[in-house]
């Protein structure tokens, strides 16, 4: 792969129409004729059914299903909060047409529905995007490698956290533009804060990168823009739940590392991240979950574990963050287990700048 300095193929990328990642679509009207609720299995059916009627719903028969009336959109959380998660896989909703039909297009399941009606506030907020930097310190001697950017935006009732603005981009079909609005809003906004030498951690997604030549020549745009020297940059899967096939997750990794940059996995221990992909990827970096560092003490059965997980990253030439500090003793362990960075809450909390370390946790290094 060319560098980014050099690249002509780069430059050319950038010049043409935008990647669909980097465009939000309008947002959708919201179904003011109401939503058409269909139940995939007959048991749901039923259910459904008695729901309305106990809760005296407006609502109507069609051939495939039951309408509900606009009145009746403030009791469709509860009605999802009353089944198991198998019966709301099989709870589908499409809006009422003009001529009165479903819009059988638009069919997605309700929870998603039920989502997009309740977090209206979304692509307002995604245009007041703000990024919280935690530090990431070096266990050798106390100081800060680097920040990782965590993504917020500014919402009329405070700040809106990742969580949200996530799970709130994925039911409006957002994801994808979203992920690449946070990633180059973290670069702009952040990298010019860091102390010479700092490292920025950057999260992404995998699975909205569909093709890494196409969707990610914006974020290295940005990355010119702001003159950040590429090793200085991080990029961390942070999509535990479900990583894109194997091939697909090297060739992303190996497109930001063509401009330099340092790669990551996070939540060793958890979610999809596993030896395999240590082994076949062999990222610059790993971050081990926190429910294995949580409450970690010398005689703790998960030492040995972490010991080994800790070597064994260590063969591959893979260096260690140790994520979820939260006490002192839980620090100590991960020093003496090998472990060559640690992020959590004892170390430092997320803030609008650069903090630096605490003072509990700077002392430990003979700081004050």
Known sequence: MPSLSGSSRSRSATS????????????????TNGLYL????????????????????????WPEGLLVTRDGFGTLQT??????????????????????????????????????LSSDWFFGASGRLCFHLQPIVNLTGGEVYG??????????????????????????????????????????????QLAPGQVLFINFAPGVVYNPDVCLQTTFQTCREVGADFSRLLFEVTESEAFPDLGLLRRILSRYRAEGAQVA?????????????????????????????????????????VLALIEYAHD?????????????????????????????????????????????????????
């Open 16 to 31: 043409g129409v935008a990647c669909d990642c980097d465009l939000f679509s309008p947002p959708a009207a919201p179904p």
């Open 38 to 61: 269909h139940a995939s299995s007959r048991h749901v059916g039923r259910r459904l059914t008695a729901w309305l009627a106990a809760l005296g719903l407006s609502h109507e028969r």
């Open 79 to 116: 009605l999802l909060d009353a089944l198991s998660p198998t019966e709301r896989a099989d709870l589908f909703a499409a809006p009422r047409r003009a001529d009165g039909q479903p819009d059988a297009w638009q069919m997605a399941p309700l929870e998603r529905w039920v989502q997009r």
């Open 147 to 192: 920040y990782e950017a965590l993504v917020r935006a500014e919402g009329e009732e405070g700040l809106i956290g990742a969580g949200a603005l996530l799970q709130a981009a994925e039911a409006h079909g957002q994801s994808r533009a979203f992920d690449a609005q946070a990633r180059r809003g973290a670069i702009r906004q952040t990298y010019p």
């Open 265 to 305: 996995l996070d939540d060793l221990g958890a979610g999809h991240t596993s030896l395999t992909y240590l082994a076949e990827l062999r990222p610059d970096v790993v971050k081990l979950d926190r429910a294995l560092i949580s409450g970690l003490h010398a005689h703790d059965r998960r030492t040995p574990l």
């Open 316 to 368: 591959l030439g893979i260096r260690v963050v140790a994520e979820g500090i939260e006490t002192a003793t839980e620090l100590q362990m991960v020093r003496e287990l090998g472990a060559d960075y640690a992020q959590g809450h004892f170390l430092g909390r997320p803030a609008p700048a650069p903090a630096g370390v605490t003072p509990d946790a700077a002392r430990l290094w003979g700081g004050r």
